[in-house]
């Protein structure tokens, strides 16, 4: 068996691959990239490459890092799955998304007892299983963000091999994966790609950031397409969430968005699959999720904060922060019908105008995810505390049906379809004692600035903080969490019953509401969805033919609906 080794590193003068027992030289070619063939390596071979003789140093497009990402890399066979040619895949219009962080799913916190609660999402009713970022990090327990080898699956979640096995279990079970990925940043340790060639150019918040349009630039781009070619194709992944596509610094003429469409694009005709991206962007731009034949980037959809921000401060009474121009129940109602509410409009925690209008005429909904919560909006909180620790059940079951027959996709974060009580804070598992004082002290520093002070914080370099994260699987069995579930598994029926609740035009949509009451009504087509948030009973003027649902039982008696406080009813007039 022979394997060729190659690898990019333009300012070298000498690489040489590194084995167990042996030093070979490799030899320059074209473009920067330095090639050797061995001819007893395979599958298991461990690898690493020194440059100009220095220290070996990780294969940058490593699949496998069985000892951590300082370590030597290993070869591993990843390849399309036999299964693969029997999945049609799963594409995003109609669909209900559940977000799932890996190592805190279950109490195993691997991708083999992830596939044990699989089934329970099929019960649920949800389509696509969004994975938070798999690849290589430094430490045992983290979020996942502070990736530093994109080609290789963390050995803490179980290896590549657990991947690929875990994404046939989710197939076989007619669940989609939708796997997030980083490229606008990489971790604090264990970033050795400068090392190789210039793939830095510049830093952003969270560290340093890709050259995406300077010298060396081609390549460093292709490092990327091939990474979303790798994880669709070989892992049989559907669709990939990009993280942070506002802190990607391109001023070339063609982004790497549109590039990056245009090649999944290509890709799905290929493997004759729908493949899906999505961004998570801060820009409030709709210009992202334009097709590229109107002039946009051509992603499929894009996360939606402004739905989360009214959603929740609505709830919670919050408006601190970037909650600040929320809160209002006119401005809920705004972005149940048109998803930015900085719109090219004043936003006063940026202090400036933000964001450009939606053509609700010509934008189909289901290109906006719509969710109560989601990792980023937990795990920033100082005590990673859920809505179910400020908002009663009732309050959960109101926010859950305004997503779920809403014109948008629906997200679910992991457990929040009972209300589970557990938090889910921020972690890392850094070995350098001095990075651990810097993730201390940023992060208290990071939550001062929201009003939270140090004895608020968790610390998260602990490993109770990581530990309390898990989800408590007993709960969903107890109350009220069991209501709370029944209410979810409800919601998504009715949505694959009724074609208004995933029509996805947006123009038709329209809100209802009544401030001092605390009321919306919500209009798809003939179906309503009447609201109560407030604290008292109250009678709507509403002819009501049908009742669909009602959780806590509905009055209709003389072209009135009466809802109890803090519930809901979808009914047909």
């Given at each position: 068996m022979a394997h060729e080794f190659a690898v990019w590193a333009p300012t070298s003068s000498s690489v040489g691959l590194v084995l167990d027992d042996r030093t070979v030289a490799m030899t320059g070619a074209a473009e920067g990239w330095w090639r050797v063939t061995v001819p007893d390596a395979g599958p298991g071979t461990d690898y690493a490459f020194s440059l100009d003789g220095g220290e070996p140093l990780p294969d940058p497009r490593s699949r496998w890092q069985p000892h951590g990402v300082h370590a030597p890399s290993r070869l591993v066979d990843v390849e399309p799955s036999p299964a693969d040619a029997a999945w049609t895949g799963r594409s995003l219009p109609g669909s209900v998304i559940y977000e799932m962080h890996v190592g805190t799913f279950t109490p195993g916190g691997t991708f083999a007892s992830a596939e044990e609660r699989l089934d329970h999402l099929v019960e649920l009713g949800v389509d696509l299983v969004e994975v938070l970022p798999v690849n290589a990090f430094d430490g045992t327990r983290g979020w996942g963000y502070d990736g530093v080898l994109?080609?290789?699956?963390?050995?803490?979640?179980?290896?590549?091999a657990a991947f690929r096995r875990f994404v046939d279990a989710?197939?076989?079970?007619?669940?989609?994966?939708?796997?997030?990925?980083?490229?606008?940043?990489?971790?604090?340790?264990?970033?050795?790609?400068?090392?190789?060639?210039?793939?830095?150019?510049?830093?952003?918040?969270?560290?340093?950031?890709?050259?995406?349009d300077g010298p060396g630039?081609?390549?460093?781009?292709?490092?990327?397409?091939?990474?979303?070619?790798?994880?669709?194709?070989?892992?049989?992944?559907?669709?990939?969430?990009?993280?942070?596509?506002?802190?990607?610094?391109?001023?070339?003429a063609v982004h790497l968005l549109e590039e990056m469409a245009d090649h999944v694009a290509s890709l799905a005709a290929h493997l004759r699959r729908p493949l899906?991206?999505?961004?998570?962007?801060?820009?409030?731009?709709?210009?992202?999720?334009?097709?590229?034949?109107?002039?946009?980037?051509?992603?499929?959809?894009?996360?939606?904060?402004?739905?989360?921000?009214?959603?929740?401060?609505?709830?919670?009474?919050?408006?601190?922060?970037?909650?600040?121009?929320?809160?209002?129940?006119?401005?809920?109602?705004?972005?149940?019908?048109?998803?930015?509410?900085?719109?090219?409009t004043w936003s006063s925690f940026r202090g400036r105008t933000h964001g450009r209008p939606v053509d609700l005429l010509r934008t189909p909904g289901h290109?906006?995810?719509?969710?109560?919560?989601?990792?980023?909006?937990?795990?920033?909180?100082?005590?990673?505390?859920?809505?179910?620790?400020?908002?009663?059940?009732?309050?959960?079951?109101?926010?859950?049906?305004?997503?779920?027959?809403?014109?948008?996709?629906?997200?679910?974060?992991?457990?929040?379809?009972?209300?589970?009580?557990?938090?889910?804070?921020?972690?890392?598992?850094?070995?350098?004692?001095?990075?651990?004082?810097?993730?201390?002290?940023?992060?208290?520093?990071?939550?001062?600035?929201?009003?939270?002070?140090?004895?608020?914080v968790p610390d998260p370099t602990a490993e109770s903080t990581f530990e309390a994260s898990k989800l408590d699987w007993s709960e969903p069995s107890r109350e009220p969490h069991g209501a709370l579930l029944g209410v979810y598994r409800a919601l998504i029926a009715l949505r694959r019953a009724h074609p208004e609740l995933t029509d996805p035009h947006l123009d038709p949509v329209r809100v209802d509401h009544d401030a001092e009451a605390r009321t919306l009504v919500v209009h798809r087509g003939s179906l309503r969805l009447a609201v109560n948030l407030g604290g008292a009973s109250v009678s709507l003027s509403m002819?009501?033919?049908?009742?669909?649902?009602?959780?806590?039982?509905?009055?209709?008696?003389?072209?009135?609906?009466?809802?109890?406080?803090?519930?809901?009813?979808?009914?047909?007039t």
């Amino acid at each position: 068996m022979a394997h060729e080794f190659a690898v990019w590193a333009p300012t070298s003068s000498s690489v040489g691959l590194v084995l167990d027992d042996r030093t070979v030289a490799m030899t320059g070619a074209a473009e920067g990239w330095w090639r050797v063939t061995v001819p007893d390596a395979g599958p298991g071979t461990d690898y690493a490459f020194s440059l100009d003789g220095g220290e070996p140093l990780p294969d940058p497009r490593s699949r496998w890092q069985p000892h951590g990402v300082h370590a030597p890399s290993r070869l591993v066979d990843v390849e399309p799955s036999p299964a693969d040619a029997a999945w049609t895949g799963r594409s995003l219009p109609g669909s209900v998304i559940y977000e799932m962080h890996v190592g805190t799913f279950t109490p195993g916190g691997t991708f083999a007892s992830a596939e044990e609660r699989l089934d329970h999402l099929v019960e649920l009713g949800v389509d696509l299983v969004e994975v938070l970022p798999v690849n290589a990090f430094d430490g045992t327990r983290g979020w996942g963000y502070d990736g530093v080898l994109w080609y290789a699956v963390t050995e803490n979640y179980g290896g590549p091999a657990a991947f690929r096995r875990f994404v046939d279990a989710c197939h076989a079970r007619g669940l989609g994966v939708v796997l997030d990925v980083v490229y606008n940043h990489l971790g604090p340790s264990g970033a050795y790609l400068d090392r190789f060639g210039p793939y830095f150019l510049g830093e952003n918040v969270w560290g340093p950031s890709l050259n995406l349009d300077g010298p060396g630039s081609d390549t460093v781009r292709a490092y990327i397409l091939d990474n979303v070619t790798m994880w669709l194709r070989d892992f049989g992944v559907d669709a990939l969430r990009l993280d942070a596509v506002h802190a990607l610094r391109d001023a070339r003429a063609v982004h790497l968005l549109e590039e990056m469409a245009d090649h999944v694009a290509s890709l799905a005709a290929h493997l004759r699959r729908p493949l899906t991206l999505i961004a998570e962007s801060d820009l409030n731009d709709p210009r992202l999720i334009t097709s590229r034949e109107a002039g946009g980037y051509g992603l499929d959809a894009q996360w939606c904060d402004d739905i989360h921000h009214a959603l929740h401060s609505t709830l919670t009474g919050e408006t601190q922060g970037y909650y600040a121009d929320f809160g209002s129940l006119a401005t809920l109602a705004e972005v149940l019908h048109h998803p930015f509410h900085h719109a090219g409009t004043w936003s006063s925690f940026r202090g400036r105008t933000h964001g450009r209008p939606v053509d609700l005429l010509r934008t189909p909904g289901h290109r906006f995810l719509a969710y109560l919560q989601d990792h980023d909006q937990v795990g920033n909180r100082a005590a990673g505390d859920r809505l179910s620790a400020t908002v009663s059940p009732g309050l959960l079951a109101c926010g859950a049906a305004l997503v779920f027959c809403s014109p948008y996709t629906p997200m679910i974060f992991m457990g929040e379809e009972w209300g589970a009580r557990t938090p889910w804070a921020f972690f890392v598992g850094f070995d350098d004692p001095e990075l651990q004082t810097a993730v201390r002290e940023g992060r208290t520093k990071e939550f001062a600035e929201h009003g939270w002070g140090a004895s608020d914080v968790p610390d998260p370099t602990a490993e109770s903080t990581f530990e309390a994260s898990k989800l408590d699987w007993s709960e969903p069995s107890r109350e009220p969490h069991g209501a709370l579930l029944g209410v979810y598994r409800a919601l998504i029926a009715l949505r694959r019953a009724h074609p208004e609740l995933t029509d996805p035009h947006l123009d038709p949509v329209r809100v209802d509401h009544d401030a001092e009451a605390r009321t919306l009504v919500v209009h798809r087509g003939s179906l309503r969805l009447a609201v109560n948030l407030g604290g008292a009973s109250v009678s709507l003027s509403m002819a009501a033919s049908e009742v669909l649902y009602a959780p806590s039982g509905v009055d209709t008696a003389a072209d009135t609906l009466t809802l109890e406080p803090e519930s809901f009813a979808l009914v047909r007039t």
